[in-house]
């Protein structure tokens, strides 16, 4: 079983401050972990992911989480955040199995809504 | 990457009637999903989409009110049938490859409104 809980429902920072969305996970085989971003009215794009490579994971427009198996945790990181960034945030599991290979079956976290002010 | 095209983009319908939503792939892929997103909610996997069998359901989803088909590697359709305004969600179409490091890739989705 796995499962994804987002510790925020929504996080509102100001345009160039940090942004930290956070990320807890179970599960009961070695994960694959994502971030996806919604913006309105638009589809889920990938932002970043982890595959059992480096723990730190650096993905797209400054975005980056950092894998804790100790703390079960990934949660997302902005040095500096931008008007642009405003929109829902999903924190995403898939179990791999032994050998590598992924079910590729996803379970979603309840998302983040990040506000930025200007 | 795959490009997915889900149509219709949107709809309003009566309920009790059906709706049936197509999902094309611009390769082919070996697996593909359905999600549910209701409103204020996150995804839920509604079925695995098998090519030439049955598809797999997620708990509390059933063949009779969310019937899929998956008649080849590139295509797909799932029918909310008996349409209640309950089922108004988004519902998108995923595919990903049964391998490490690949990510899913998501269709833009289809706005339902059932009244």
């Known amino acids: 079983a796995q499962s994804v809980t987002q510790l925020d429902s929504h996080v509102s920072v100001s345009e160039g401050t940090p942004v930290l969305l956070r990320c807890n996970y179970s599960?009961?085989?070695?994960?694959?972990l994502f971030w996806y971003v919604q913006h309105p009215n638009k589809g889920l794009q990938l932002l970043l992911k982890y595959t059992s490579a480096a723990t730190l994971v650096k993905g797209i427009n400054g975005f980056e989480a950092e894998f804790k198996k100790s703390e079960t945790s990934f949660h997302l990181t902005k040095p500096s955040a931008h008007m642009s960034d405003a929109a829902e945030y999903f924190c995403v599991v898939t179990p791999v199995r032994a050998g590598g290979t992924s079910y590729g079956k996803l379970t979603f976290g309840q998302g983040t809504i990040l506000t930025v002010h200007p | 990457s795959a490009v997915i095209s889900q149509k219709p983009s949107r709809d309003i319908c009566q309920r009790g009637t059906s709706l049936t939503i197509q999902c094309q792939v611009d390769?082919?892929?070996?697996?593909m999903f359905w999600y549910r997103q209701q409103p204020g909610q996150s995804l839920t996997l509604i079925a695995t989409a098998n090519q030439g069998s049955e598809a797999t359901y997620e708990s509390g989803f059933v063949i009779d009110k969310f019937p899929i088909s998956r008649p080849n590697l590139t295509f797909s359709t799932l029918t909310v049938s008996n349409m209640s305004p309950e089922d108004s969600s988004i519902y998108l179409c995923s595919v990903g490859q049964p391998i490490m490091n690949t990510e899913a890739f998501f269709g833009q989705g289809t706005r339902l409104t059932v009244v």
């Open positions: 390769s082919q892929v070996t697996m």
């Open positions: 599960s009961s085989y070695s994960p694959s």
